[in-house]
């Protein structure tokens, strides 16, 4: 194996020097690609650009010249603006307003992912909630309809404290048969 | 257009500014080692700045106008460099803008040069695509924030993204033999 002892930076000063060495084979970037992204826009042309800058030295040159040249830019249009008498624009304004924009963008999307997923998980815990509750109201019910068979004799104080109950109560009538059958006995 | 000749001479005057500071950023960004000549970008950039306003004063001068015009300007220049047949690179040329072939280095290293290059480029083919974007950016020298504004992402999630190639890409090179810190 070939062992090559870098520096500290050497890796990233290798990459630099070859990809600058290399860049004429790449194609020359689109002007409005370049400002584009150099305003953090993104679209496919900004994606396919911001490959080519990672890997040739000349197309980060250029996008890094590009946004150095912004605020220079904006300085000039303000000055031809005060000289010609013209209303003052706000010449640094698209640049930061792209970027804004686009950084609001994303937080807006996050915002709405977040509101979006809550969402999603009150409708899914509403639909289990309405899904099981009346099977567990029917169980409940069947349980205690069930358990009066056995606990009628129990009951039959209770029901006498409730006037619903003793609907309830006729219902085990055949209970005290055998209450009487067990009392005769 | 007719203009008071004070106005005119101060309009002269904004565009030679800003045509010194057009050359400047060339110059600091090493855009001369593309074939292009600083000084006649600046004066052509003069040039099409002055005709625009000949054509209508009323005109805004936005800032995305104007970078457009720079723009143009040096991206036919490196255009027509390519073209030309045999153009002489600058004979001065700093670290960013060395040669491919370095002439002080000698046959052995120039060659070491070009196959560690090349081991760099393979390891890092093998990184995902997000985390290979944020390692070369890194490496063409993009900041965290910058990394993170072009790829549309936060700054953090590019350092996580930066971090972790990083990582792999130290191993990987590990394993192809080539030793050193990336940072």
Redesign the interface.
């Known amino acids: 194996?070939?062992?090559?002892?870098?520096?500290?930076?050497?890796?990233?000063?290798?990459?630099?020097?070859?990809?600058?060495?290399?860049?004429?084979a790449a194609p020359?970037?689109e002007?409005?690609a370049?400002?584009a992204?150099a305003d953090?826009q993104?679209s496919d042309e900004t994606e396919r650009l911001?490959?080519d800058?990672?890997?040739s030295?000349?197309h980060?040159?250029?996008?890094?010249?590009?946004?150095?040249?912004?605020p220079?830019?904006?300085r000039?249009?303000a000055?031809?603006?005060r000289?010609?008498e013209?209303p003052a624009?706000d010449?640094?304004r698209?640049?930061r307003h792209a970027?804004h924009a686009?950084t609001a963008q994303?937080s807006w999307l996050r915002a709405a992912a977040s509101v979006a997923a809550g969402l999603v998980v009150a409708i899914a815990v509403w639909s289990v909630q309405r899904t099981y509750l009346p099977a567990a109201s029917t169980a409940a019910v069947a349980t205690a309809n069930s358990d009066r068979i056995f606990a009628s004799v129990d009951d039959r104080g209770s029901a006498n404290a409730s006037g619903s109950d003793r609907i309830f109560h006729a219902d085990f009538k055949p209970d005290q048969i055998f209450h009487g059958k067990f009392s005769g006995g | 257009m007719t203009l008071d000749p004070a106005l005119r001479t101060r309009l002269h005057r904004l565009l030679a500014d800003y045509g010194a500071k057009v050359r400047s950023l060339i110059d600091g960004h090493g855009l001369g080692q593309y074939g292009i000549d600083p000084a006649d970008i600046e004066q052509e950039v003069r040039i099409r700045l002055w005709k625009a306003l000949e054509r209508d004063r009323n005109a805004a001068f936005h800032t995305s106008f104007i970078q457009r015009v720079v723009l143009t300007v040096v991206i036919d220049a490196i255009r027509a460099a390519n073209a030309r047949p045999v153009e002489a690179l600058p004979e001065a040329v700093d670290d960013a803008g060395a040669a491919f072939i370095d002439p002080t280095a000698g046959p052995e290293r120039n060659a070491s040069g070009i196959n560690d290059f090349d081991r760099i480029v393979g390891c890092m083919a093998e990184l995902p695509e997000r985390r290979r974007k944020a390692v070369a950016l890194h490496l063409q020298g993009f900041s965290l924030r910058e990394i993170g504004e072009l790829s549309g992402t936060s700054e953090e999630a590019a350092r996580k993204l930066l971090d972790r190639g990083l990582q792999s890409l130290r191993e990987s090179l590990a394993v192809s033999g080539i030793v050193g810190d990336i940072e």
């Open positions: 194996m070939n062992n090559s002892k870098f520096g500290k930076t050497d890796v990233a000063k290798l990459y630099r020097r070859f990809t600058r060495s290399r860049a004429a020359l970037p002007v409005e370049l400002l992204l953090g993104q911001l490959a800058v990672a890997r030295g000349m980060a040159d250029l996008l890094r010249f590009t946004r150095a040249l912004a220079e830019s904006a000039l249009g000055q031809l603006d000289a010609l013209r624009a010449h640094a698209r640049g970027t686009a994303r």
